[in-house]
């Protein structure tokens, strides 16, 4: 019969409560990033021209981009910083920042229907040239000085 007393987790178990935690205790003690690390996927909405190869690129399938409706939006929690699209950028409107993502402790849905982290921006439509909307310069008149 085995011996009841002979209990070989009880030395581990003891040291375990009487010492520090193995792990941080993460949304509140954070580690300061190493050199290198990669943060949070940046857009620059002024350099974009929504040509949508980021958004094929992404294995993760965390962006949307929509020439129609000139959209383009990221999932941040769905994001794993990997750098593909960065890569596949042509016109360098995405990047990598060493800033950190912000903590999400619940998957809450927003007023809006969407996860925490997402974010999406539109690009205006493209103002009409001066000329066109003045009914266009077939008059031979001189433009007063």
């Known amino acids: 019969m085995a011996n009841p007393l002979n209990l070989p987790m009880a030395t581990r178990s003891l040291r375990n409560l ?5 792990t941080r205790r993460y ?5 300061p990033p190493f050199e290198g690390a990669r943060g949070t996927l940046e857009f620059d909405l002024e350099s974009c ?3 949508g ?4 690129r992404c294995p993760t399938l965390a962006l949307t981009c929509n020439r129609d409706e000139r959209l383009f ?8 910083a990997c750098g593909v699209c960065v890569d596949a950028c042509n016109k360098h409107s995405l990047s990598l920042s060493p800033n950190r993502r912000p903590v999400h402790t619940r998957a809450e849905i927003g007023v809006d229907g969407r ?6 921006w539109h690009k ?3 103002e009409p040239a001066a000329a066109t ?3 266009g310069s077939d008059s031979t008149e001189p433009v007063p000085a």
């Open 124 to 126: 205006p439509e493209p």
């Open 18 to 22: 009487v010492s520090r935690p193995a």
């Open 73 to 80: 939006a990221i999932d941040q929690l769905r994001c794993i």
């Open 49 to 51: 021209v929504l040509c």
């Open 27 to 31: 949304p509140t003690v954070v580690r």
């Open 53 to 56: 190869l980021c958004v094929r």
């Open 115 to 120: 996860r925490p982290g997402y974010e999406e």
């Open 133 to 135: 909307a003045a009914g």
